[in-house]
C-alpha cells in the first residue's frame, strides 16, 4: 500500500476555532488531494497540490486554505470552523497523472 | 464547470445477474478512475482508463471508455455478495467525483 498518512484520525472541535489536518506521504509523489466525503454528496475536490507551494483551488475551497512546504507534508487548515464544514476528509496522493490516486484512511472531523 | 454524474445511485441486485453503473461526464476529458469503497472504508482504485476506447478487465468488473459520448460504464458479470460496497467515478486532471453508486447484492 502506498504509503500515506492521515492526522488526525478524529477530531471534535467549537465553532469557531482554527483546526489544521495533516497528510503526510513517503512515496515522494508529486499531486497531493484534499476531498471532503458527506452523505448524499460523494466527494469533493477542497484544494490540490501539483508540487511544493503549488497549489490550487478545488470544487468547495472557500473556508479552507492548504500549504505545501514540503513534498511529503500537505496540511488543510480551516481558519474558523463552522458546523458545514463536519464532514470525513481524504487526503490523496498520485504519481503521475496517468496513474490512480491512493488515499488515506480519512480524518473524522466534528464541529459542535 | 466539469459535472460528474452516476447511475442508478443505488442498485440492489441479486447474485449472479449481470449489470451495469453508468458514468457520464460534463467535459472533454482523456482520463477516467474507478474506485470502490466499503462502508466506513477508505477508497480503493479500481480502474484507470486512459483513452477513447480503452477497455479494462478485473475479475467480475468490467470498466470501459467513450470519450467521444463523454461516458463510462462499470459492468459487473454475475455478481457475488463480496461486491457490494459503493463505486466512484471520477475524471478529469482535477480528478471530480461522481456521487457515487451504492450497490447492494443480494445473496
Known amino acids: 500500500d502506498a504509503g500515506i498518512t492521515q492526522s488526525p484520525r478524529h477530531k471534535v472541535t467549537e465553532t469557531g476555532t482554527p483546526v489544521t489536518l495533516r497528510c503526510h506521504q513517503t512515496?515522494?509523489?508529486?499531486?497531493m488531494y484534499w476531498y471532503r466525503q458527506d452523505p448524499g454528496h460523494g466527494l469533493r475536490l477542497i484544494h490540490y497540490s501539483y508540487g511544493v507551494k503549488d497549489t490550487d483551488k478545488g470544487e468547495v475551497s472557500d473556508g479552507y486554505s492548504v500549504s505545501r512546504s514540503k513534498t511529503e507534508d500537505f496540511l488543510l487548515t480551516l481558519e474558523s470552523a463552522t458546523s458545514s464544514q463536519t464532514s470525513v476528509y481524504f487526503c490523496?496522493?498520485?504519481?503521475?497523472?496517468?496513474?490512480?490516486?491512493?488515499f488515506g484512511n480519512g480524518t473524522r472531523l466534528t464541529v459542535t | 464547470e466539469l459535472k460528474v454524474e452516476q447511475n442508478p445511485l443505488f442498485l440492489s441486485m441479486q447474485e449472479g445477474k449481470n449489470y451495469t453503473i453508468y458514468c457520464n461526464y460534463s467535459?472533454?476529458?482523456?482520463?477516467l478512475y474507478w474506485y470502490r469503497q466499503d462502508p466506513g472504508k477508505s477508497l480503493e482504485s479500481l480502474f484507470v482508463l486512459l483513452s477513447n476506447g480503452a477497455v479494462k478487465q478485473e475479475g467480475r468488473l468490467m470498466a470501459s471508455l467513450d470519450t467521444k459520448a463523454r461516458l463510462s460504464t462499470l459492468h459487473i458479470t454475475a455478481a457475488v455478495h463480496d461486491l457490494s460496497a459503493t463505486y466512484f467515478c471520477?475524471?478529469?486532471?482535477?480528478?471530480?467525483f461522481g456521487k457515487g453508486t451504492r450497490l447492494h447484492i443480494l445473496p
Open positions: 467535459t472533454t476529458s482523456d482520463r
Open positions: 512515496e515522494n509523489h508529486r499531486y
Open positions: 490523496a496522493i498520485q504519481g503521475s497523472y496517468n496513474s490512480p490516486l491512493h
Open positions: 471520477a475524471v478529469d486532471r482535477k480528478i471530480i
